[in-house]
């Protein structure tokens, strides 16, 4: 019997093998890692450019948004990061994520506010809701979510911050009352949250 077929033969053969199959892999997906993660960094970033550009009017910043963050405790308990806006150094804005409960799902919307406290634009970036109906609150379905562009606290009135069904002043969707509903709820808690803590926004010392 030849020696590899003695060692084969050897209780330890089996683990050792799988043992160095399994460094191998590690080590070649750690290499992996490595080599495409300033890819995906730049990648992410881009993205993330691009979706901040769409609730805000073109030219209306003059800084890079994505190094000019702030974190910010929301009502929830958990932190907000808000990319403030600048023009000639002075803020005059903030982008933020908001969430609500919808119909199927939590719904992700990215709002742009300006120093007064009014919507520059909102684009949802996250649902599950059920397609032809709830989806209409995707820009590329429908111009919906334009219509919270020039809204405040103050304009509608707070009363009003509902859709037609409740007595408000926002279109509602045939058969999915409730996802516009919950974009209403998260953009109105939004421009909430700017005005608790404009102050802080509006500060430009530091990021």
């Known amino acids: 019997m030849s020696t590899m077929a003695l060692w084969r ?5 089996q683990p050792l093998s799988l043992g160095l199959i399994a460094m191998v892999t590690s080590a070649a997906l750690a290499f992996g890692n490595f080599a495409t993660h300033e890819d995906i960094l730049k990648a ?4 993330l450019q691009a979706s901040l550009a769409q609730v805000l009017p073109e030219g209306f910043a003059d800084n890079n948004l994505l190094q000019d963050t702030l974190k910010i405790v929301g009502a929830d ?36 506010v300006d120093h007064l406290g009014r919507m520059l634009g909102a684009r949802v970036i996250k649902h599950i809701e059920t397609p032809g109906l709830g989806d209409k609150i995707e820009v590329a379905k429908s111009k919906w979510i334009l219509d919270f562009d020039g809204k405040s606290l103050s304009s509608p009135p707070a009363d009003k911050w509902a859709v037609k069904k409740d007595g408000g002043v926002f279109d509602q ?13 998260a953009v109105k808690g939004g421009l909430e949250f700017f005005a ?5 926004i509006l500060s430009t010392n530091g990021n």
């Open 77 to 112: 308990g958990a932190p907000v990061t808000l990319y403030r806006a600048r023009k000639a150094k002075q803020v005059i804005g903030g982008v933020f994520q908001v969430s609500s409960r919808g119909y199927a799902g939590e719904i992700v919307i990215l709002i742009g």
């Open 173 to 185: 969707f045939a058969g999915a009352t409730i996802t516009p509903r919950a974009v209403m709820k």
């Open 196 to 200: 608790a803590h404009r102050e802080e």
């Open 44 to 47: 992410e970033e881009r993205d």
């Open 9 to 13: 033969e050897k209780l330890t053969y």
